[in-house]
């Protein structure tokens, strides 16, 4: 079965950087696109990035020139590199494709920004 599993979050300071990582399995990962987002709490989950099966890419109003999505096929793994972090980039980050009718997540993780 399909399996993403995130891995790269934690606190970091305003300002710094991060890089989320997504491993997946059970997929043939290069044949789909991929996506990163985002849920604070008390809001609806947001948009923040999707790159397709070649590589473009898409991102949200929020974190356009800030972040960068990418991906490596041949190591089955989606990556977000999170730059110039701000407050309210806060919040848990989930990996995500789809596959013919269905959507899979994975667990996700948590980003703070803070102080």
């Known amino acids: 079965q399909v399996r993403l599993v995130e891995s790269g979050g934690g606190l970091v300071q305003p300002g710094g950087s991060l890089r989320l990582s997504c491993a997946a399995s059970g997929v043939d990962f290069s044949a789909y696109a991929m996506g990163w987002y985002r849920q604070a709490p008390g809001k609806q989950r947001e948009l923040v990035a999707t790159i397709t099966r070649g590589g473009s890419t898409y991102y949200g109003d929020s974190v356009e020139g800030r972040f960068t999505i990418s991906r490596h096929n041949a190591q089955n793994t989606l990556y977000l590199q999170m730059n110039s972090l701000k407050p309210e980039d806060t919040a848990v980050y989930y990996c995500?494709?789809?596959?013919?009718?269905?959507?899979?997540w994975g667990q996700g993780t948590q980003v703070t920004v803070s102080s």
């Open positions: 995500t494709t789809k596959i013919d009718l269905l959507t899979f």
